[in-house]
């Protein structure tokens, strides 16, 4: 699969510069360790990066892709549990012999190679059911399963079943189950787990974690390069400048832009706009998903936003400019609260120079931004 292929990486040498983190993660999953977190903005490769492990690892996977949530506000624990239901069938295709373990399991119904719900027993209670019978069918077999949690922080919408202390059972009694929980939030993800909060019941409890960071201005350079030759195409350095110039070292925005200009046979200016308008599009879609549980403040968030992506990178500075478009003075408290919860969500970061946004897609698209509701 080339570079420039805009679907999920399934083979190490579709990868470019991730080794160190392949390594870490595949140790974890040969391990079978408890708990691994798999951490970094949108579009830097984290789908790409677990669909390799786990290829290469040869072990069988559930994965729970959150991402169907997360327009909404609330997620019953019938939704949860019948997508997981859902993606568990998948293993029957290749692991016929789980079909015994799971019939056991009183509320399911194993149909063939699919499994079904039965309306009497739901929630917490069912999916420890559910995941002690994998497990013991993961010992019997001499192998782990791996259940990923993909874009976790949007099960904080959960109602009905409290994940933390079934995951904590599992990391204690499970031996042969390892949880990869992976998210975009990074903030947000270490609250959702509060592995640091001493009334948590994972508090204490140890987790490999991998984090992909956005390319550097150079591997971002090379990656394109390496891409271009893919296809026989070298455009000039001046134009890959100005892609990572307007672009950033976010993989996924990079890939795009090496899709539609090999697609075009060519690598002008233009592509670049086009990738700006096309990306836009996106991540505002993203940060929408992210007001919906946050209408009172979107507007605070949008004009803090607007803010940093005009260059006030200060705190002090961010929050006059706040003021002067309220109107009206707002508490260091609140702002502060403000400025976690962005941060938390990956819409922000501090640095050693300030706050930044640090995907230039949204910093390019807030500011033309306008909600489909006006504010008040």
């Not at 390594?23 to 669909?51: D, Y």
């Not at 692991?95 to 719900?117: A, D, F, N, Y």
Request: glycine share 6%; proline share 4%; net charge positive.
């Amino acid at each position: 699969m080339p570079y420039f292929d805009i679907r999920p990486k399934t083979s190490r040498r579709d990868l470019f510069d991730r080794d160190e983190e392949l390594r870490t993660l595949l140790e974890g999953i040969n391990e079978c360790r408890p708990l691994i977190l798999l951490l970094g903005l949108r579009r830097t490769g984290k789908t790409s990066l677990l669909n390799v492990s786990l290829n290469e690892a040869s072990v069988p996977s559930i994965i729970v892709d959150c991402r169907v949530f997360e327009e909404k506000t609330s997620i019953t624990h019938s939704e949860f549990l019948e997508y997981f239901a859902r993606e568990t069938s998948r293993l029957l295709v290749r692991h016929k012999t789980l079909s015994r373990i799971l019939e056991q399991v009183g509320g399911i119904e194993v149909s063939g190679l699919k499994i079904e719900l039965k309306k009497s027993r739901r929630g917490e209670v069912l999916f420890s059911k559910i995941l002690e019978a994998l497990n013991q069918w993961a010992k019997e077999n001499n192998t782990c399963i791996v259940i990923g949690l993909d874009e976790a922080q949007e099960l904080v919408k959960l109602r009905g079943i409290r994940l933390l202390p079934i995951i904590a059972h599992a990391y204690d009694y499970l031996r042969n189950i390892s949880f990869i929980v992976t998210g975009s939030q990074i903030g947000f993800i270490h609250r959702f787990l509060k592995l640091e909060n001493p009334e948590s019941p994972l508090y204490g409890r140890i987790s490999v974690q991998v984090t992909l960071k956005p390319f550097t201005r150079n591997q971002s350079i090379t990656y394109l390069m390496e891409g271009f030759r893919e296809y026989d195409m070298h455009p000039p350095q001046s134009i890959l400048e100005e892609v990572v110039n307007q672009l950033g070292g976010i993989p996924g925005w990079l890939t795009m832009y090496g899709y539609y200009a090999v697609e075009n046979k060519e690598y002008n200016k233009d592509l670049i706009k086009r990738v700006l308008e096309t990306a836009s599009k996106i991540v505002i879609r993203e940060y929408e998903n992210f007001l919906q549980t946050r209408l009172i403040a979107a507007k605070r968030y949008t004009l803090i936003l607007k803010a940093v992506a005009q260059g006030y990178n200060e705190w002090l500075k961010i929050k006059r400019y706040l003021e002067v478009e309220e109107g009206r003075r707002i508490s260091d408290s609140i702002f502060s609260q403000l400025l976690r919860n962005l941060v938390d969500a990956g819409f922000l970061e501090k640095t050693s120079q300030g706050y930044q946004i640090p995907d230039p897609i949204l910093a390019y698209a807030i500011l033309s931004y306008k909600p489909k509701t006006p504010w008040h």
